[in-house]
């Protein structure tokens, strides 16, 4: 009960702290608009990138570029979403060394929560779309054959997705706690876990699937239940249950990250900066 | 030369500063090493396709990528180098300060991001391509005369890498959002430098355009003059060419911008 | 009510630290931050803590505050124990570090208190009446659509003062509030600490280094170095601790031979028609005024104050000699029997 009420005193702040970012960001219109289009550009050319690969070759790892296009919109659009909730959860290493999350810990919210909003950017946006522009077209392309629990199981894979890579972003700043230099590990998770899923499974080496299988789950994110959807092998020849797991994973996954995120508080209340 | 000792100091100490990071350093080559992995099978689906895309087979292929991961921080396609710190000095106005001094801004800051890219090609650059080298076939040259070739390339390539970045800083001068304007010259760069997908496999015009821009001489250079796949005198060139002009370029800025300092007042 | 409002009995800190000792060695090694130190501030206290820097002041706010836990020992402020209850202690604190604003950057000052008024959930006719009191106090009004990044650092601090008390806080802890400050601003800020804990009532625990704000404020100091408390009274009484002695600088007509002052005042230094007079730091100037001005012929004068850095580092020598000696008695008394 009591951490019901955290999860909603949480939430609230979360929102008033994101609100006054957002008008941060607004009294600097021409600044948004422009690190909004670079967000975009930047992720627009990691997709024309599989676009050249694709005007050389028919398929990659026996995936077509409507099926490969499938896969990185599902990918991309989960990131974004994380990382536009998330994503300045990498700062935490910053602050802590300049010792400014001292006055985050004095106010009457959670530290999570406050840290999540922390320079909250809508330029991120500018990912989200570019995923969303990518599935829309994977979509149109695509050939699927579409059943009422396919059609069900999209968004879940979105929300989902998102909540794996969140839970990916909260550990790797309750690591920062530990390795206060150390931010860019997380990179290796974020970003090069966006960039894997954006290829097809098949690409990749099994112990390399295996490990973002069974170790750090970043498969459902979206090639289990995505080779579900079309009606592609499933990798590791897992049964077709697994494409509806991602829900439970990903609550699983923000509960580990939330106990990470405690115990590194913990820590840091413990050792100081 | 009284001169030359100066810019030899300037540049030991950008190669100090980096090197005290030390933990930062550990990570990148981490996260360097992991997203090489990812493009090494991406690469090799791609090359079990097409086998010799572009001119290279697989092994040339899996190589390029390593030399790439190597050289990230190093050419900071990314950014990442001193130009960061040189429009903070022109936002805050402190660049007056530095534009009086009696030694040459454009060498002061040229000195300065060799002394860092040298550290990077150091600390961060050998690990990831050792691992490369270790787990996977790599198409490395046995002669010494071609690892010098390559180095000099590499060493032209920090050249460029920084030309281009002094430009896109000075552009604070006269922009109220230059931070923005550099993250898209960034990404641009990234792309175009090739560290996605090697130049020589971009497809007809849009291949033959991209290779003669500044940042094929980048990654692009080097690696082909690793992989025997180009000439080092040629490649010399084209990167001497870049430099040229780049350095130009932002000496012709650097000129524009200081009157403008001087006629504002600092 | 026996117990204080905030009550620390044996509270420690230690910290761990590793040292470079060699290319891939690291050395570890324990820093006792603050050593078992025990106070208790009453409701409505105004209390100065000082001490060098690393002394251990900071670390002992960020345990009182919730921020750090310690390592040892029992710390409770208002009945809570801070570092267990840290979001429900922070209802009834208000703290304001004085080189980092809490204040939104870009945004008018206004905008931040709105938040503070929804994160605190201050009921809607007390955040008013706080606010206008606080702008008024403050000297605020013209300041509040203004954004942050472009107060000055004395208009911003009042500001950061102002936010920390929306939520009507029961304590407020200041770290270097005067630090940066010109001097209206510092008096500015004083006049306001002054006020608020005379007529609402506000326990006050501000660390400084600035001896100014204590004389002014606070009727208890308290001061630790190395961890330790090793003061803990009345101003005065630190002078006379210390055996600090403030400074009399008198500019004559002419140039005299060395004022004749009564003991234990006496001339320190003379420079053409200036002299320095020495005095202890807990008696008052005036009696020496007094007799200066009936005698010679005066020009000008002004009271410097003694460095609190000088006064601690003094103090600092007489307590280890102190327990040099008594170590020296025990291994005599050994001797003996």
Redesign the interface.
């Known amino acids: 009960m009591a951490d019901t009420s955290r999860v909603v005193d949480g939430l609230r702040a979360y929102r008033m702290i994101t609100a006054m970012w957002i008008r941060s960001t607004m009294a600097y219109r021409a600044s948004f608009f422009m690190t909004t289009l670079g967000n975009l550009t930047a992720t627009t050319f990691d997709f024309v990138a599989i676009l050249l690969m694709f005007s050389r070759v028919d398929e990659l790892g026996g995936y077509s570029l409507p099926q490969v296009a499938f896969l990185y919109g599902l990918s991309s659009t989960a990131f974004g979403l994380a990382d536009l909730a998330l994503g300045s959860m990498e700062n935490l290493g910053r602050r802590v060394r300049d010792g400014t999350l001292d006055t985050l810990l004095v106010r009457p919210a959670p530290v999570l929560a406050q840290m999540g909003a922390d320079q909250f950017g809508l330029r991120r946006l500018g990912r989200i779309t570019q995923g969303l522009a990518v599935l829309i077209y994977a979509l149109a392309t695509v050939d699927i054959d579409w059943t009422p629990l396919k059609l069900l199981l999209m968004p879940v894979i979105l929300v989902s997705g998102a909540g794996i890579f969140g839970a990916v972003f909260i550990a790797g700043a309750a690591f920062q706690f530990v390795a206060k230099d150390a931010s860019e590990v997380q990179n290796a998770f974020t970003y090069g876990g966006t960039t894997m899923l954006q290829y097809p499974p098949t690409v990749f080496a099994t112990e390399l699937v295996r490990g973002v299988t069974f170790v750090l789950p970043l498969a459902f994110v979206n090639w289990l239940p995505a080779t579900y959807v079309l009606g592609m092998p499933i990798p590791l020849g897992l049964p077709e249950w697994v494409a509806f797991l991602p829900p439970l994973v990903a609550v699983g996954c923000c509960a580990l990250a939330g106990m990470a995120w405690r115990a590194g508080l913990r820590s840091y209340q413990s050792t100081g900066n | 030369m009284g001169s030359g000792r100066l810019y030899l100091a300037v540049a030991v100490g950008g190669f100090r500063r980096y090197a005290t990071?030390?933990?930062?350093t550990?990570?990148?080559v981490?996260?360097n090493t992991?997203?090489g992995?990812?493009l090494v099978?991406?690469y090799?689906?791609?090359w079990d396709?097409?086998p010799h895309?572009g001119g290279y087979d697989l092994a040339q292929a899996v190589t390029y990528v390593w030399v790439g991961q190597s050289l990230f921080k190093t050419l900071a396609n990314g950014g990442g180098g001193v130009e960061s710190e040189l429009m903070e000095r022109i936002r805050t106005g402190d660049i007056a300060v530095d534009l009086y001094r009696p030694a040459d801004l454009q060498l002061w800051w040229l000195a300065a991001d060799l002394g860092r890219a040298g550290f990077e090609l150091l600390g961060r650059g050998v690990a990831p391509f050792v691992f490369g080298a270790l787990v996977f076939d790599l198409a490395l040259p046995t002669d010494v005369t071609t690892w010098a070739a390559f180095l000099g390339a590499v060493l032209l390539a920090m050249v460029v890498s920084f030309g281009i970045r002094y430009l896109v800083a000075l552009s604070a001068f006269w922009l109220?959002?230059a931070?923005?304007?550099a993250?898209?010259v960034m990404?641009?760069g990234?792309?175009c430098s090739g560290m996605?997908?090697p130049l020589n496999?971009?497809?007809g015009a849009?291949g033959e355009v991209v290779r003669t821009l500044p940042w094929s001489a980048l990654l692009q250079a080097p690696a082909d003059v690793l992989l025997g796949h180009a000439d080092p005198l040629g490649t010399y060139a084209f990167q001497g060419m870049w430099a040229v002009v780049l350095l130009a370029a932002g000496r012709m800025a650097q000129g524009a911008a200081t009157r403008r300092v001087v006629l504002q007042g600092g | 009510m026996d117990e204080g409002f905030i009550d620390v009995k044996g509270v420690e800190k230690v910290f761990e630290v590793r040292k470079k000792a060699g290319f891939l060695k690291r050395e570890r090694r324990q820093v006792r931050a603050v050593d078992s130190i025990s106070f208790r501030v009453a409701r409505g206290e105004m209390v100065g803590y000082i001490g060098p820097n690393g002394a251990g002041k900071s670390t002992t706010i960020k345990m009182l505050t919730g921020i750090l836990t310690p390592s040892g020992g029992r710390l409770r402020v208002a009945g809570i124990d801070p570092s267990r209850e840290r979001t429900r202690l922070a209802h009834r604190i208000g703290v304001v570090f004085g080189q980092r604003t809490t204040l939104w950057w870009d945004l008018p000052l206004i905008d931040s208190y709105k938040l503070m008024h929804r994160m605190y959930r201050i009921p809607d006719g007390r955040y008013r009446e706080n606010l206008d009191r606080l702008v008024e106090l403050l000297d605020l009004s013209e300041l509040l659509d203004v954004p942050v990044r472009q107060l000055s650092l004395g208009q911003r601090m009042r500001g950061d003062i102002a936010a920390a008390l929306l939520h009507d806080p029961e304590v407020l802890y200041l770290d270097e509030p005067t630090i940066g400050l010109d001097v209206i601003s510092k008096a500015k800020v004083r006049e306001f600490l002054r006020e608020l804990n005379a007529e609402r009532g506000t326990t006050v625990l501000l660390t400084t280094h600035d001896l100014q704000d204590i004389e002014q404020l606070c009727s208890r100091v308290m001061v630790i170095d190395h961890g330790r408390m090793m003061y803990d009274g009345p101003l005065a009484g630190l002078h006379e601790a210390g055996e600090s002695e403030r400074t009399l600088v008198v500019d004559l007509e002419r140039e005299l031979p060395p004022i004749e002052a009564p003991a234990p005042a006496r001339v320190v230094r003379v420079e053409g028609p200036r002299q320095w007079l020495a005095f202890p730091a807990s008696e008052s100037a005036a009696p020496l005024v007094a007799r200066i001005a009936a005698e010679y012929p005066l020009v000008d004068l002004s009271v410097r104050e003694p460095d609190i850095e000088a006064v601690i580092a003094k103090m600092y020598v007489e307590q280890t000699e102190k327990t040099a000696n008594a170590g020296n008695a025990g291994n005599a008394g050994k001797a003996v029997s």
Request: glycine residues 6%; charged residues 15%.
């Open positions: 990071y030390r933990a930062a550990l990570a990148g981490f996260t992991v997203f992995l990812i099978y991406t090799t689906a791609l396709e097409k895309l109220l959002d931070k923005g304007v993250q898209m990404f641009t990234w792309f996605i997908l496999v971009f497809p849009l």
